[in-house]
């Protein structure tokens, strides 16, 4: 007979998983926001659809693959270790997007929609590339 304890046995490994996935995830959140020229917070604070679309976008676009490195990891090392990945990836499609347009800080800072929306969608496409080469 299966009791509720055997269900509920896998517990203490979700929550072990799920800690990791919100502590990566806030440090992506800090690194990005102090890489990125434009401050986000103050921004999204300051109601500026621009900035929030793009952060929101950048944040899609790490979580798409983390979730695939949580689904495909051995253990909680390995989930760190390709979540770091996965973090350096996104932030290198920022960095990337920088090259072909330089001001896109500027823009966002300067609520210009189209701009941020660009940098959101390259962040999600980003981070679906990036999902799809991390199920190892």
């Known amino acids: 007979m299966i009791t509720i304890t055997d269900y509920l046995a896998g ?3 979700f929550l072990a998983y799920f800690v990791l996935a919100l502590l990566l995830t806030g440090i992506y959140v800090l690194v990005y926001a102090k890489c ?4 986000e917070m103050a921004l ?6 621009a900035a929030s679309v793009a952060f929101a976008g950048s944040l899609i676009g790490f979580v798409l693959p983390l979730t695939s490195v949580i689904e ?14 996965a973090l350096v990836v996104q932030l290198a499609a920022f960095f990337g997007l920088r090259l072909f347009m330089p001001k ?5 800072a300067n609520n210009e929609l189209a701009s941020g929306i660009w940098l959101g969608g390259i962040s999600i496409a980003a981070g679906l590339l990036n999902a799809a080469c991390l199920t190892y």
Request: proline share 9%.
């Open 11 to 13: 517990v203490p490994l």
């Open 36 to 39: 990125t020229p434009h401050d």
């Open 44 to 49: 999204i604070r300051d109601n500026v659809p």
């Open 72 to 85: 495909n990891s051995v253990n909680l090392v390995d989930m760190g270790l390709w979540g770091a990945i």
């Open 104 to 108: 896109i800080s500027e823009r966002i």
